[in-house]
């Protein structure tokens, strides 16, 4: 079929949906919705047998709408209505909750049901259940409306005649730290993560509050900054304390690491480090985080949106190189919702010296693959469990295997950001894909599913999502099953680098001598892109990349 997705951006759920639809062999096009004009425009130069708006903030043209099938996804169960569907989800501790496609008509949300799927509701913030949840239940709603739409005998269900739900103002989401418990606040952040936040007031700054983590050790003065680390402030609650990672200043501003917002006036707060790889012991804030399975070392980094500022980059470079010493297979496993998404843009765009602390970012990002590309002592493994992008897909490839989970998005470019790139990839990709290949996928920046990865032999494996880590696991231990498979596979991999050290080294300075002016010249479109993307810019246009010519 030609089928159009109508979108408000190309975010996580819309490209996960575009590679699914794309893999099975349907013909896409996509067209964001600006107005009215450029939907219907669209829809008359692609003729689209169906439409499918799984990410929309505006109402469907009814001249649309009444001429092509149009199925809208909404996050909800049948008869929920109205926006902030998740954001209820939390606050009223919903165990259970469902997506649903609806026919598009003149009602917001109250369309007949053409598939609904639901799912056990996970203990996190909003934005992590909308990528992980929401996504998988939605590509499953899409095989079910596929199916439904070609019975002739199918009858949909009509939407419940329910009321809009209450829309959630700044006043619903407020913290009440003299009575809210540790728990009562982190709801209320999940709820809010990672759009609106919550208003608050923090040393005389209204800010939005984001990424709230338990802490189970500091205790002290309710909302008092108790300690710093890693960017984030812990502030006291009245049976606890709670850590803040990431915060924005009221009407102006973008979301930065705590401290950043903070700046001097938590002079003189205690940084309270953890060692440089955390146990995962007790409830606290960290960013990275290891676990032993015998042999295999299981490396964790959990870094807000998977993006990598040069002090990160650094402190997992050293966690890597000090794993490595006792382990014979490492296993990165990356963040809660990405894998990696390269280097850190927000804190980029906050910088006085852009060009310095750009360059300072990407220099630290190599230095982090390199150890692990020239890391001859052990396996290393990529667990691509989550999406990736730019930089990070290219950190995945520079293991020796690299692994993912069904449904996985993959972007392996930069150039929508303005960046030739760097991060070996001129040697890790055309070494798995072939140049031809590596050039088609840095060239035409579309999303790329896990599958089709596999596919091109740019990863190794995909395991179900149903039983991941168990095969992970399982795949892990079988590269130390056998002890001479391992020694052969170890000298191998010695010979391989010896040889082809200075080949691997000139490609990395071959990118860097391109990147050079793209992040010290004034006029570099990478200034241009990353403030569009930072300051969360509405598109003017659908980019044409995306649509069927």
Not at 50 to 69: A, N
Not at 375 to 403: E, P, W
Not at 414 to 435: A, I, Q
Request: aromatic share 10%; with cysteine.
């Amino acid at each position: 079929m030609k089928i159009l997705l109508v979108v408000s951006g190309f975010n996580s759920l819309t490209q996960s949906v575009f590679v699914k639809l794309q893999d099975i062999g349907h013909t896409l096009s996509v067209q964001y919705a600006i107005d009215d004009e450029s939907i219907i425009n669209e829809v008359n130069r692609f003729s689209p047998d169906i439409i499918i708006c799984p990410y929309v903030k505006k109402f469907i043209p009814k001249e649309v709408f009444t001429k092509v099938p149009t199925y809208i996804l909404h996050p909800g169960i049948r008869g929920d209505k109205g926006h902030h569907s998740l954001d209820h989800v939390i606050r009223d501790d919903k165990k259970e909750w469902g997506v649903v496609l609806l026919r598009a008509n003149e009602h917001f949300d109250g369309g007949d049901i053409y598939s609904e799927v639901k799912y056990k509701v996970r203990d996190t913030y909003k934005a992590s259940l909308y990528r992980d949840e929401v996504v998988t239940a939605t590509l499953e709603a899409i095989d079910e409306l596929l199916v439904n739409i070609q019975d002739e005998n199918f009858k949909p269900i009509p939407q419940s005649s329910t009321p809009l739900h209450h829309y959630l103002t700044t006043q619903d989401r407020q913290i009440d730290w003299q009575k809210d418990t540790t728990l009562e606040i982190v709801r209320k952040v999940y709820a809010s993560d990672s759009y609106p936040g919550v208003l608050d007031e923090i040393l005389g700054i209204e800010c939005y509050l984001y990424g709230a983590w338990e802490e189970e050790k500091l205790t002290g003065e309710v909302k008092k900054i108790l300690a710093k680390r890693d960017g984030a402030i812990c502030l006291g609650t009245i049976d606890g304390a709670v850590w803040i990672t990431h915060l924005k200043e009221k009407n102006k501003g973008i979301k930065l690491p705590s401290t950043y917002v903070m700046k001097e006036k938590i002079q003189g707060v205690k940084e309270n480090r953890l060692p440089l790889i955390f146990d995962m012991s007790y409830k606290t804030f960290y960013e990275i985080g290891s676990h032993k399975d015998g042999d295999v070392s299981y490396l964790c980094f959990n870094f807000h949106n998977g993006a990598m500022n040069s002090e990160q980059a650094i402190r997992l470079k050293y966690a890597f190189e000090y794993l490595k010493e006792t382990a014979k297979v490492i296993i990165l496993i990356g963040a809660r919702d990405f894998f990696s998404n390269g280097i850190h843009l927000n804190i980029l765009e906050d910088s006085p010296k852009q060009g310095e602390d750009g360059w300072s970012n990407i220099n630290a990002m190599n230095d982090l693959i390199k150890s692990i590309i020239f890391a001859s002592d052990v396996i290393t493994v990529s667990s691509l469990h989550k999406n990736a992008g730019a930089g990070g897909v290219f950190l995945a490839l520079a293991c020796d295997y690299v692994v993912g989970k069904e449904n996985t998005v993959l972007n392996p470019h930069y150039k929508t950001m303005g960046l030739s790139g760097s991060e070996y990839h001129t040697y890790s990709l055309p070494k798995r894909v072939g140049k031809e290949k590596a050039d088609e996928l840095l060239k035409n920046c579309l999303p790329l599913s896990i599958q089709k990865a596999k596919e091109i032999g740019m990863i190794n494996e995909v395991f179900s999502h149903s039983n991941y880590f168990e095969t992970l696991r399982s795949y892990a231990q079988s590269l130390i099953a056998d002890q001479d498979k391992y020694d052969d596979f170890i000298y191998k991999k010695e010979d391989y680098l010896e040889e082809n050290k200075q080949f691997i080294n000139d490609c990395k300075e071959n990118e860097i001598k391109v990147m050079y002016p793209e992040f010290w010249e004034k006029e570099s479109l990478f200034h241009k892109l990353r403030y569009d993307f930072v300051y969360k810019k509405v598109p003017t246009i659908t980019p044409k990349r995306l649509q069927i010519q």
